[in-house]
């Protein structure tokens, strides 16, 4: 069983449209992320869920929006998407959330977004 | 993006040959550093933790060290199969908070 997932793998689109990238993970972790990897590799977290609750939303256009149904789910929502939007998507979760312990992330396989 | 340096970007070697990357940090507060390996197409997997200067921890060909201010990534003897993006990442604690930063990575290639 793939411990976290993300769908869709791929995704391609037109500028200004919305999408969505959801993510579910089995691990019974309590913290869940969303992380930019950039075309350079450079990865950047974007947001960190703890429990359904946001506790890390870097400088991130607020055309971006997560959203945490329960603590296995973190989805992305993106409005209005940007030729700058294109990159891989990784969520990831961990056992405890920053402040409260030190624990190793989870990575999903990523969703390849780009936009034309 | 500056937290966290990682170097060379590319390395090399060829099998059997051992070397080392390196994971150097400038900002203080150190509370864990982590090493990840990435495959093409996929997503970081996890390695190891290193909580404070001295430690070791040891996997198969891999070993990772931690001092003050960096942190090594011996592989000994490695294959082809040991080619990936390895990617350090540190968990701070600052005076804003906790904050985590990944290294732009090391890219190794293990040549037959």
């Known amino acids: 069983d793939t411990a976290v997932s993300q769908t869709p793998k791929y995704l391609v689109t037109q500028m200004g449209n919305d999408k969505s990238i959801k993510c579910e993970q089995n691990?019974?972790?309590?913290?869940m992320y969303w992380y930019k990897q950039d075309s350079k590799k450079f990865l950047k977290i974007m947001f960190s869920?703890?429990?359904?609750?946001?506790?890390i939303n870097e400088t991130v256009p607020n055309r971006f929006s997560p959203k945490s149904p329960d603590k296995a789910h973190l989805n992305l929502h993106i409005n209005s998407l940007e030729l700058g939007d294109s990159a891989v998507y990784f969520c990831?979760?961990?056992?405890?959330?920053?402040?409260?312990?030190?624990?190793?992330?989870?990575f999903g396989d990523g969703t390849r977004l780009s936009i034309l | 993006e500056d937290q966290v340096t990682q170097s060379p970007e590319a390395l090399r070697l060829q099998e059997g040959e051992s070397s080392s990357l390196n994971c150097s940090y400038t900002?203080?507060?150190?509370?864990?550093l982590f090493w990840y390996r990435q495959d093409p197409g996929k997503g970081p997997e996890f390695l190891f933790t290193?909580?404070?200067a001295g430690e070791e921890k040891e996997k198969e060909r891999l070993k990772a060290t931690l001092t003050k201010k960096e942190s090594f990534l011996h592989i000994t003897a490695p294959k082809p199969e040991d080619s990936a993006t390895y990617l350090c990442?540190?968990?701070?604690?600052?005076?804003?908070?906790?904050?985590?930063?990944f290294g732009t990575g090391t890219s190794l290639t293990v040549i037959p």
């Open positions: 290193l909580y404070s």
């Open positions: 691990l019974g972790h309590d913290t």
């Open positions: 869920y703890n429990n359904k609750e946001l506790i």
């Open positions: 990831a979760s961990s056992r405890a959330a920053l402040g409260q312990g030190i624990s190793p992330q989870h």
């Open positions: 990442a540190v968990h701070l604690l600052t005076n804003t908070g906790n904050q985590f930063y």
């Open positions: 900002v203080s507060g150190l509370r864990g």
